[in-house]
C-alpha cells in the first residue's frame, strides 16, 4: 500500500449528491474490482498504482473545511462520492471524523455512504446532529465469499448487518445501496436480500454496473478466475442489445410490493 499524505487546497464541493460532498481521502484500500471511482480518479492524478494499493490523506482537510464552510450557505453534505470515509486509514488519521464536528458545530446535514462498520465508532457524533443525518452501507450481496471476490477489503456482511442494527436501535437514519448489482450473483436470491435487510433499514437504492474505462478489464480477471460461466453472459448483457435490468427492476418491484423503499438509480 502506497499512502501519502497531502493537502488540499478545497474539500467542501458542489454536488449532486447532495449540496455538497467532501472525499478525505484520494484512492481507497478497499480495492472493490467494479469501483468507477478508480478511473474518474485517475483522471486529476498521476497515480499509476493499480486501484486499491495507494491511498492519499488530505491531512488538511479539517483545516480547509473550517475556513470553507464560513462562506457556504448551509446544506446537506454526502460523504463520500470518490473514496470511503471509512476506509482502514481513517481509524489513524480521523479525517471523516474531525469533519463531521465541524459539520456539527455549524448545523450542517450529514449523509454517509459506507462498506466499513468503523463508521460505528462516531456514533457519538452522529446521535447529536440536530438536522438531517443518514448513513447507508454498500451492501451488493450477503453471500460472504462473493463480497471477498469484488470486494476484498470492506467490511464482512455480518458487520455491515450489525452497524446498520445499532445505527437503527440509535435513531439514525439508514439507507442500503444495492448496487452495483452483479448480475446472476447479487440477484440469486433477491427475495433473502430484501426481507434480511428490511428491519434495518429506511430505503433501498438499486443501482447497474458502470462500465467507465478500465473497469471490465478487471471484472473480465474476475470472472475468468472464480465465475468462468458467467463471462459470455456478461458480455451479452454489457456489450449488447439486453433486457437485463430492466427484468431485474420488475422482479425487484414484484418482490417489494410497496413494502419497501425503492428508488432506481437506473
Known sequence: MSIKEIKC????????????????YVGCAHGCIYCYADYLTRKFTKRTENWGDFVDVKINASEVLRR???????GTVFISSLT???QPLEK??????????????????VCIQTKSSLVLRDLDLLKKFKEKCEVGFTITTLDEKIRKDFEPFSSPV????????????????TFVFFGP????????????????LFPFTDC????????????????E??????????????????FEKNEYYKELKRKILEICKNKFKIVFCY
Open 9 to 24: 487546497k478545497s474539500l467542501l464541493n458542489a454536488s449532486k449528491l447532495g449540496d455538497y460532498c467532501i472525499n478525505p
Open 68 to 74: 470553507e464552510i464560513l462562506r457556504k450557505k448551509k
Open 84 to 86: 470511503d470515509p471509512y
Open 92 to 109: 489513524k488519521y480521523e479525517i471523516t471524523r474531525k469533519c463531521l464536528e465541524i459539520l456539527l458545530r455549524n448545523n450542517f446535514s
Open 158 to 173: 455480518e458487520e455491515k448487518l450489525k452497524a446498520l442494527k445499532i445505527l437503527k436501535e440509535n435513531r439514525i437514519k
Open 181 to 196: 448489482v452483479l448480475p446472476y450473483l447479487s440477484d440469486k436470491n433477491l427475495g433473502e436480500y430484501f426481507q434480511t
Open 204 to 219: 433501498f437504492w438499486v443501482d447497474k454496473l458502470n462500465l467507465k474505462p478500465g473497469v471490465w478489464e478487471k471484472l
Open 221 to 238: 480477471k474476475v470472472l475468468k478466475e472464480k465465475y468462468p460461466e458467467l463471462v459470455e453472459k456478461w458480455k451479452t448483457i454489457f
